[in-house]
């Protein structure tokens, strides 16, 4: 991984624009403006955007608690800005420059509170993003509200946008996220703590490096829940580098924009010390829909199943013959296995591989884990 830092030479190599992004060039922090960055980029060929930009908080003044003592708030000048017209005019800007950099299929996240987050979306669909969800953050240990003449602000939104409208072929991984939450669909709110204790990067002082550094662990859901393994994540406010840390970690590529060198040189020193996890457990979560097609009579020819076998039912009360042809003998009925099984059933429809099992010494074994078998000879897509 390096650090590329503005200013340099006229000679050295810039992205073509309608190039993927080479090998060598990924994984690495560019230094810099991000619209400025995000322009030497070639077009369409980021799979997933996270942006976590300046709240535009409008400080004024220090922020103190009843006891007078001053609140370590975002009071930096990244955060400053002259005017809502002036925040929506920066906000545009960035948001042109990630779609032009999106693949069609590419989703973008972009993080926020209540002081900018809707003026961020109704610029979204400005320039033509489609809202896929907003979802909330809920902080188990928020900050509190030190005077007292407020609720206390104990969550943050994410909106998770496509490049346009009736986009299609967006990667969501809907089934592994609905499996890792007891089988129940994932909800739009998500609750994880605030980053802090080792998590948290400290300057020589022992203060927080970064004011906003964001937790890994919500990092970590919205990279599993829309990329692929290989696929590249920009972030371009790449701060202290947690996006860079979870897309090292989950096998993901990434390309973060820092303006701060020292926000930047930090970052690349935290992305260093990542091992990423071991690819068996980072593979892609395969629905039945999804995997390849494995027609019946290639059992046959694998020599798994034998012409001439009985299939049955799980509890071993219905026989029929394997013939030849890869068709099943039920009575006086042939047909496919899907076809006598629902024949078997009294039913319309049947899944075949689920209700037709085969006898081996261990017991009646359904003869879908004779698909998996071929299944995993079969090459990778």
Known sequence: MSVTRIGA??????????????AAALDRILVGDCVARLNELPERSVDLVFADPPYNLQLQGDLKRPDDSKVDAVDDDWDKFTSFAAYDEFTRAWLTACRRVMKPQATLWVI???????????????????????????????????????????HETLIWAAREPGAKGYTFNYEALKA??????????????????????KDGEGKKLHPTQKPEALLARVILSSSKPGDLVLDPFFGTGTTGAAAKR???????????????????ARIAAVEPLPS??????????????????????????KVGATLTDAKGRVHALVRADGMVALGGSVGSIHRMGALAQGLEACNG???????????????????AIVRAEMPAA
């Open 180 to 201: 890792g939450n007891e089988d129940v669909q994932m909800r739009s709110d998500w609750t994880f703590a605030l980053c802090t204790g080792e998590e948290r990067l």
């Open 280 to 305: 068996p457990t980072l593979a892609p979560f395969v629905t039945a829909r999804e995997a390849p097609r494995v027609p019946f009579a290639a059992l046959l020819e694998r020599g798994l199943l």
């Open 9 to 22: 030479p006229r000679g050295a190599p810039r992205f073509n624009s309608d190039a993927e992004i080479p």
């Open 112 to 154: 926020g509170s209540y002081h900018n987050i809707f003026r961020v979306g109704a610029l979204l669909q400005d320039l033509g993003f489609w809202i896929l969800n907003d979802v909330v953050w809920r902080k188990s240990n928020p900050m509190p509200n030190f005077r007292g003449r407020r609720f206390t602000n104990a």
């Open 250 to 268: 989950l096998g993901r590529h990434f390309i973060g924009i820092e303006r701060d060198p020292a926000y930047a040189k930090a970052a690349e």
């Open 353 to 371: 591989w689920a209700y037709w099992h085969v006898e081996e010494k261990s017991g009646l074994k359904p003869i879908d884990s004779l698909r």
